[in-house]
């Protein structure tokens, strides 16, 4: 079993930056490909990012490609989701989750977090 907890969302200007942070525990976090997903309202969820267990492969969704950077630290057992530029299209709801095997679909990933609001104002 894995627990993720996310954090870092909140309310921010188009233009501006927020970096979300997701502390895993439980199993070894290492162990797994950990990805970010959003969902906005009347929309169903999205993929935006995903890293290896090494941290050295990443991919994005062409949405976020540029603005977003996705990043690990095994040490603290943390994935961090890195935005800028953002717009107002980025608000959502902000999930990571975790998969041994996964890569851009959701139906691949075994743990999910509770999710945290971006919120971003034109």
């Known amino acids: 079993q894995v627990q993720l907890v996310e954090s870092g969302g909140g309310l921010v200007q188009a233009g501006g930056s927020l970096r979300l942070s997701c502390v895993a525990s439980g199993r070894t976090a290492s162990s797994y490909t950990m990805g970010w997903f959003r969902q906005a309202p009347g929309k169903e969820r999205e993929f935006v990012a995903v890293?290896?267990?090494?941290?050295?492969?990443?991919y994005y969704a062409d949405s976020v490609k540029g603005r977003f950077t996705i990043s690990r630290d095994n040490a603290v057992n943390t994935v961090y989701l890195q935005m800028s530029t953002l717009k107002p299209e980025d608000t959502a709801v902000y999930y990571c989750?975790?998969?041994?095997?996964?890569?851009?679909?959701?139906?691949?990933?075994?743990?999910w977090g509770q999710g945290t609001q971006v919120t971003v104002s034109s």
């Open positions: 989750a975790a998969g041994s095997t996964a890569w851009k679909s959701a139906d691949e990933y075994d743990y």
């Open positions: 890293i290896r267990r090494s941290g050295g492969v990443t």
